[in-house]
């Protein structure tokens, strides 16, 4: 069965950090380009970056209030894919999901979210 | 920045056909945006729906249908049924890594 499952969300404070994973599995996870994606409480879906694979270079992309801030990584001998999320802020609270990117240009596997509190 | 712009809201009838749209704040919206829909209903992840401007993903039903009308992406919904009610978003690959989410449209069916 193809799978994302995502773990590591949690309350931290302003100006703190956190680390989630993405756990993949049912398809060939080192193939596979992969996006993080975030919706705040009652809000919209908002793009949050991707990774390409190795093959195809491994480089990120990051939206423009994440960049500099966040960092996406992966472990190609875990299928696990991680977001590195530093200096947080509270318009960061959000589900956090992860997706696979397929045809180049869509996402077509979605995780089931892990949620992100930012608060003091 | 680039806004994509979608109805707030729809309402339909059981049965019923409804059209929505998604648009660029600024110039029209073509193929080579590759643009997406997804359906999400509250609580849920996300569902993909259409791909590549009009291609169903596996084992969504033909009575969705993605394509461009004028100079925005549109989804319809053809005959819909009340496990449509949903919230629904498109998304734009802006081309270097930069994808954009419309959005959302709210479709209630009664």
């Known amino acids: 069965e193809v799978q994302l499952v995502e773990s590591g969300g949690g309350l931290v404070k302003p100006g703190g950090s956190l680390r989630l994973s993405c756990a993949a599995s049912?398809?060939?996870?080192?193939?596979?380009?992969m996006s993080w994606v975030r919706q705040a409480p009652g809000k919209g879906l908002e793009w949050v970056g991707r990774?390409?694979?190795?093959?195809?270079?491994?480089?990120?992309d990051y939206a423009a209030p994440v960049k500099g801030r966040f960092t996406i990584s992966r472990n190609d001998s875990k299928n696990t894919l991680y977001l590195q999320m530093n200096s947080l802020k509270t318009e960061d609270t959000a589900v956090y999901y992860c997706?696979?990117?397929?045809?180049?240009?869509?996402?077509?596997?979605w995780g089931q979210g892990t949620m992100v509190t930012v608060s003091s | 920045q680039t806004v994509v712009t979608q109805e707030p809201s729809f309402s339909v009838s059981p049965g019923g056909t409804v059209t929505l749209t998604c648009g660029l704040s600024?110039?029209?919206?073509?193929?080579?945006?590759?643009p997406s829909w997804y359906q999400q209903t509250p609580g849920q992840a996300p569902r993909t729906l259409i791909y590549?401007?009009?291609t169903r993903s596996s084992g969504v039903p033909d009575r969705f249908s993605g394509s461009i009308l004028g100079n925005k992406a549109a989804l319809t919904i053809t005959g819909a049924q009340a496990d449509d009610e949903s919230d629904y978003y498109c998304?734009?690959?802006?081309?270097?890594?930069?994808?954009?989410f419309g959005t959302g449209t709210k479709v209630t069916v009664l």
């Open positions: 997706t696979r990117i397929n045809w180049g240009s869509a996402f077509d596997i």
């Open positions: 049912g398809f060939t996870f080192s193939k596979a380009w």
């Open positions: 990774i390409k694979s190795k093959t195809d270079g491994g480089t990120t």
């Open positions: 600024s110039g029209s919206v073509s193929s080579r945006y590759y």
């Open positions: 590549s401007t009009n």
């Open positions: 998304v734009l690959y802006m081309g270097s890594g930069d994808y954009v």
